[in-house]
C-alpha cells in the first residue's frame, strides 16, 4: 500500500483512531493495521500514538508504507558539525553536502542526529518524533547549508508554529541547468509522490500546495545561478519545481541523472540565509553560510563553458 494522507472531519470526531482506520482501509485486515502501529507507521498531526487515541476534528493521519516505517531513537556517533551559532535553546549547523540529516530506513546510523546526540547528549528534544530529536526543519542529503537544531520542547513549539506561519525566511542559491526567459518569479505548483516513481516528487494535481520565489543571479552560456526562498517547505520542493520549469539543478543524483556533473557529488544547491523573529525577544535573526568549496569551482567550470 502507498503511504496515505487523511484528514478526520467534525461527524468522524471522538472515534478511536484504530477503528477509524479500519473503515478507511478496507484492503488491510485489523492485524495488518496493528503490525502498522507497533512499526510506528501511522502518525497522527506528525507524531507516533497509541490505537486508542480518540480523534478531534482537523486531525491528520498519515500511513505509511513498511519501508517507510521510522526507526528506533537513534545512538549517539562522534560526527564533525559546523555550529556557526549556539545559545541554551537552539543551535545553528553548516550542513556539509552528503550528510543525512536523521535517520531512515537505508540509514540507521552516520547522521547529523547521531552527531547532535554526541555533541549535546540524550536530552535533546524530539518533538514527538524520536528519531529526529531537535530537528524542527530538515534539508535533503546532498543539499548543503543553513540547518536550525532546538534544544528543548518550549522552543520546538515557537519555531514549528513561525515555520507552520511561513514566518521563517530560508533563503538558496542554486546552479541550474538553462537560462531563464525572466529575471524572477513564483513557482506555484502542487507536490505529491511521483506515481511512476516511490523516491521522487513531482507536480500533481492535487497535491500539497507548494511556492518558490526566484531570482536570477547571473546567466551563463548554458547555466545559471539562482537564489531562492522557500513559501513552503515541501519535500525536494525546490529541486522539483526547478525541474518542472525546465531548469534541473546541475547534479541532482535523483530528478536528473543522466545528465553532465561536472564532478559535483549531488545537487548544486546550498542553503544560505535563514532569518526570523525571535519569539524569546521579538528581535530578527539573521544567519547566513558562505557557499562551500565544491559550489563556488562549479560556478567557475559553469561560467567558463
Not at 502507498?2 to 482506520?21: G, Q, T
Not at 480523534?55 to 513498511?66: K, M, Q, R, S, Y
Request: with cysteine.
Amino acid at each position: 500500500m502507498n503511504e496515505k494522507r487523511m484528514v478526520i472531519h467534525s461527524n468522524e470526531a471522538a472515534r478511536r483512531l484504530d477503528v477509524w482506520l479500519t473503515g478507511q482501509l478496507p484492503g488491510l485486515s485489523r492485524s495488518q493495521i496493528s503490525k502498522a502501529f507497533r512499526e510506528k507507521r501511522i502518525l497522527l498531526n506528525g507524531k507516533i500514538v497509541k490505537a486508542g487515541t480518540a480523534l478531534v476534528p482537523g486531525d491528520t493521519i498519515l500511513f505509511l508504507p513498511e519501508e517507510s516505517a521510522p526507526v528506533g531513537r537513534p545512538q549517539a556517533e562522534d560526527i564533525p558539525l559546523h555550529i556557526l551559532y549556539e545559545d541554551e535553546d537552539c543551535l545553528i549547523l553548516n550542513k556539509e553536502r552528503g550528510l543525512v540529516v536523521h535517520p531512515a530506513p537505508g540509514h540507521h546510523g552516520g547522521t547529523l542526529v547521531n552527531g547532535l546526540l554526541n555533541y549535546l547528549g540524550q536530552d535533546l528534544d524530539t518533538g514527538g518524533e524520536s528519531g529526529r530529536p531537535g530537528i524542527v526543519h530538515r534539508i535533503d542529503k546532498d543539499t548543503s547549508g543553513l540547518l536550525l537544531v532546538v534544544k528543548n520542547e518550549k522552543f520546538h513549539r515557537q519555531m514549528a508554529a513561525l515555520i507552520k506561519e511561513h514566518k521563517v525566511e530560508r533563503d538558496y542559491r542554486a546552479l541550474v541547468w538553462g537560462l531563464p526567459p525572466v529575471r524572477s518569479g513564483l513557482i506555484d505548483a502542487p507536490l505529491g509522490r511521483d506515481p511512476r516513481h516511490r523516491q521522487r516528487y513531482a507536480v500533481v494535481a492535487g497535491g500539497r500546495e507548494a511556492r518558490t520565489h526566484f531570482n536570477v543571479l547571473e546567466n551563463f552560456s548554458q547555466h545559471s545561478e539562482l537564489e531562492l526562498r522557500l513559501e513552503t517547505g515541501r519535500t525536494h520542493q525546490i529541486r522539483v519545481h526547478l525541474l518542472y520549469i525546465g531548469h534541473p539543478i546541475v547534479g541532482d543524483p535523483l530528478y536528473i541523472p543522466k545528465r553532465e556533473t561536472f564532478g559535483m557529488k549531488g545537487q548544486a544547491l546550498h542553503a544560505f540565509r535563514l532569518r526570523f523573529t525571535d519569539p524569546r525577544d521579538g528581535l530578527e535573526k539573521v544567519f547566513e553560510a558562505p557557499l562551500p568549496a565544491d559550489y563556488l569551482l562549479l560556478r567557475e567550470k559553469l561560467s567558463q563553458l
